[in-house]
């Protein structure tokens, strides 16, 4: 059952967040941030600093590879839930890693691109997208935060290369984009029962945009690998969120959080909804929580 802005837990559900250390995860692009931006608004970092000054440690976690995120680690997190869940750390630590194989990858390139698809493909170290994506996104107007962090990277601020650059470096995600859903049934057909294919919401002009995340991992399992690692039950974590891709999170967390600025079905799942993320979201919950 969602709880409204104005709602509060109860006086001992507060009190236990204020005597224990809690593990707090954070979306990044519609979250931590506007999409596509390495800058947090100055009032998510006051609230992330004090709480982690209070005990709690806080994680990002993120559909983003390393190379996406690392601009925002000079923050100083805890560690980060990356390539939705395929690459984890915690400080230094990796403590989850697995990639695609290269039998995996062929695939679903192949087929989608077969069925005029526009793909992006992440590695731990660089990404890289179809030469013509970037026109294909020009054509659709708006869109979930998800399609504006592409328009943000293939301007240039999240360093997406050519795909004529890829060298073979194992992937770990797939991100595509098309006019319709009949255009992913050929790589269903070969990968659904290995991989999840994540659909946002259509926008108009037509874009179907999503991602294709291993089966083998997700946000949610990323949070239960840290929780297991650190020695923390799950009923002590919080998530914060705004879009489908992090709906594992919002259903594994303790606490769910989602910004204002979010998808409509998530918001509808989650504990809390939040301000959006121009609105100094991040710090409204924190307070209300107790976290700071």
């Not at 709480?51 to 100083?76: E, I, S, W």
């Not at 259903?251 to 509808?268: C, I, P, R």
Request: glycine share 10%; aromatic share 8%.
């Amino acid at each position: 059952m969602r709880k409204e802005m104005s709602g509060s837990f109860c006086d001992d559900q507060l009190m236990r967040i204020k005597m224990a250390g809690k593990l707090i995860f954070l979306d990044i692009d519609g979250t931590l941030t506007e999409p596509g931006s390495n800058v947090p608004p100055e009032s998510a970092l006051t609230a992330v600093h004090a709480a982690q000054k209070a005990g709690h440690k806080v994680f990002l976690c993120t559909g983003r590879n390393p190379d996406m995120l690392a601009p925002l680690l000079k923050y100083g997190f805890d560690g980060f839930v990356g390539c939705g869940g395929g690459y984890v750390t915690c400080g230094d630590e990796v403590i989850y890693d697995m990639p695609m194989t290269d039998r995996q990858r062929d695939l679903a390139l192949d087929a989608l691109h077969e069925s005029g698809v526009f793909c992006t493909i992440e590695a731990k170290d660089g990404s890289f997208g179809d030469d013509d994506l970037g026109a294909f996104l020009a054509e659709s107007e708006g869109g979930n935060s998800e399609i504006m962090r592409w328009r943000a990277a293939l301007a240039g601020n999240l360093g997406i290369k050519s795909m004529k650059l890829y060298d073979g470096r194992p992937i770990y995600k797939v991100v595509f984009m098309c006019r319709q859903a009949e255009q992913l049934e050929k790589a269903k057909a070969c990968l659904e029962e290995e991989f999840n294919f994540c659909v946002q919401t259509i926008t108009e002009p037509a874009c179907l945009n999503g991602e294709m995340i291993n089966r083998a991992f997700d946000k949610g399992r990323g949070i239960l690998r840290l929780c297991e690692h650190l020695g923390m039950d799950v009923s002590d974590t919080f998530g914060f969120g705004d879009s489908m891709n992090d709906l594992e999170m919002i259903q594994t967390v303790g606490t769910s959080v989602v910004m204002a600025n979010g998808n409509e079905q998530l918001k509808a799942m989650a504990d809390y909804v939040t301000p959006s993320v121009t609105e100094d979201g991040l710090y409204a919950a924190f307070e209300h929580f107790h976290l700071m």
